[in-house]
């Protein structure tokens, strides 16, 4: 749980509590130092040229209920997008992502229930071309989370991207608001 709330902040998880109907809470990371070692190791050997375009999803918290309806849970995620910066900002993606600061495009997502958020992100040693060639994607997905959802999506993921720009060292960080609500 502690893990949980470090990176969307303690007042986040009681209302994540309260969303996913106020019972017990069940919190499941893995290792955050494990996941910054590989993305910053992905990073420093990314090539604009050559880039195979594989990328993995890190979950790095995942908070869960049960109750009569079934589970519900909110999951944090993050990874090396397959986007690069101007392919998000271009007119052909503006539908799909809407600029919620310099440099921070946020979307609902389509395929599952949750929010996504593409940022640029240099690691230090990394090509220059890292920064907007390979962007950080974040994204809290959720299940059964109920009133407020939107709001609470939209903090949560705040507090996820500010965690992992600072989490991966990112040179020269965006300024993030404090909601991410598409």
Do not use: H
């Not at 919190?27 to 990073?43: F, T, Y």
């Amino acid at each position: 749980m502690k893990t949980c709330q470090e990176l969307f902040g303690e007042e986040n998880v009681d209302a994540v509590r309260n969303g996913l109907g106020g019972g017990e809470l069940q919190a499941q990371s893995k290792s955050l130092d494990q996941m910054k070692n590989l993305m910053v190791d992905k990073a420093r050997g990314w090539k604009a040229e050559g880039d195979d375009l594989s990328r993995a999803w890190y979950d790095m918290c995942r908070l869960e209920a049960t109750d009569k309806n079934g589970q519900a849970w909110v999951t944090g995620q993050v990874k090396w997008s397959v986007l690069a910066m101007d392919s998000v900002t271009t007119k052909d993606s503006a539908q799909e992502w809407r600029k919620a600061s310099d440099d921070v495009y946020v979307q609902s997502l389509k395929r599952t229930s949750g929010v996504a958020a593409v940022l640029p992100c240099r690691i230090e040693g990394a090509d220059p071309a890292q920064r907007s060639g390979l962007p950080l994607e974040i994204s809290v997905l959720d299940q059964g989370l109920g009133r407020d959802r939107e709001a609470l999506l939209g903090k949560l993921l705040a507090s996820l991207v500010q965690d992992a720009q600072k989490r991966l060292g990112c040179v020269q960080p965006v300024p993030v608001p404090a909601d991410l609500r598409p």
